[in-house]
């Protein structure tokens, strides 16, 4: 399988958020060899989204003449795509929301209903590929902060997508904290495992993933730094 993961941290492979994203890609591994490539959002010229519409009417020809080229090419040749990044003001990273701006070449000006909405016609055939969202954050609880970037991601790729979040993921760079880090991110591999096999996670082992590590009131200690 052709895997590319589209990294949307500015700190690239440090990422709090990269620990997770390399620990799934470990179990998919366990089940047979993949192609992995990674794009750093941050180290990429993508130029905004001028909303011109240009690309949808000539054939997905951007205006830009800049590295989405090359992303989009590689997006297309790809099977399976990661978007793994840190949660941000409950949304994507800037770097990364710019790049998934750019993706509109994929799709023409022609719309068409879907279910009880409409979405635009592709002018590139992606229906191969599969999307999986990989997203931490440094809050202890995972209500009320992923909410919105799960639904953007729902309603960007409606069909065959999957997502992992997780609280706490500061701790994933504590070498204090892997008393809880390696258990998790054991549970991570799993999950790797169970989506290279069957292409799903099951809801058991995704709720055990996303949960707290430690006590909600211990971690915002541990960051207040009033831990007695």
């Given at each position: 399988?052709?895997?590319?993961?589209?990294?949307?941290?500015?700190?690239?492979?440090?990422?709090?958020?990269?620990h997770i994203?390399?620990?799934?890609?470990?179990?998919?591994?366990?089940?047979?060899?993949?192609?992995?490539?990674?794009?750093?959002?941050?180290?990429?010229?993508?130029?905004?989204?001028n909303?011109?519409?240009?690309?949808?009417?000539?054939?997905?020809?951007?205006i830009?003449?800049?590295?989405m080229?090359?992303?989009?090419?590689?997006?297309?040749?790809?099977?399976?795509?990661?978007?793994?990044?840190?949660?941000?003001?409950?949304?994507?990273?800037?770097?990364?929301k710019?790049?998934?701006?750019?993706t509109?070449?994929?799709?023409?000006?022609?719309?068409?209903?879907?279910?009880?909405?409409?979405?635009?016609?592709?002018?590139?055939?992606?229906?191969?590929?599969?999307?999986?969202?990989?997203?931490?954050?440094?809050?202890?609880?995972?209500?009320?902060?992923?909410?919105?970037?799960?639904?953007?991601?729902?309603?960007?790729f409606p069909?065959d997508?999957?997502m992992?979040?997780?609280?706490?993921?500061p701790?994933?760079?504590?070498?204090?904290?892997?008393?809880?880090?390696?258990?998790?991110?054991?549970?991570?591999r799993?999950?790797g495992k169970?989506?290279?096999?069957t292409g799903?996670?099951?809801?058991g082992l995704i709720k055990?993933?996303?949960?707290p590590?430690?006590?909600e009131?211990?971690?915002?200690?541990?960051?207040?730094?009033?831990?007695h």
């Amino acid at each position: 399988m052709k895997i590319l993961i589209i990294n949307g941290s500015p700190k690239k492979d440090k990422s709090d958020t990269m620990h997770i994203t390399r620990a799934f890609l470990e179990g998919m591994n366990e089940v047979s060899e993949n192609d992995i490539s990674v794009i750093h959002a941050v180290e990429k010229h993508i130029e905004y989204c001028n909303g011109c519409f240009a690309c949808m009417h000539n054939g997905g020809n951007c205006i830009h003449d800049d590295d989405m080229r090359m992303i989009l090419e590689k997006i297309l040749d790809s099977d399976l795509l990661i978007w793994s990044y840190p949660l941000y003001c409950y949304g994507m990273p800037a770097p990364l929301k710019a790049l998934l701006d750019r993706t509109l070449p994929l799709s023409s000006m022609a719309m068409q209903k879907v279910g009880e909405r409409y979405e635009h016609v592709g002018q590139a055939d992606y229906s191969h590929l599969k999307y999986l969202m990989i997203c931490g954050c440094g809050f202890p609880n995972s209500k009320h902060n992923f909410e919105p970037a799960k639904e953007q991601f729902r309603l960007c790729f409606p069909s065959d997508h999957t997502m992992i979040t997780i609280p706490e993921s500061p701790m994933f760079s504590a070498e204090e904290a892997a008393v809880v880090t390696v258990p998790r991110l054991s549970l991570v591999r799993e999950a790797g495992k169970q989506y290279a096999s069957t292409g799903e996670i099951s809801s058991g082992l995704i709720k055990e993933i996303t949960s707290p590590m430690i006590p909600e009131e211990k971690y915002a200690e541990i960051v207040n730094g009033t831990v007695h």
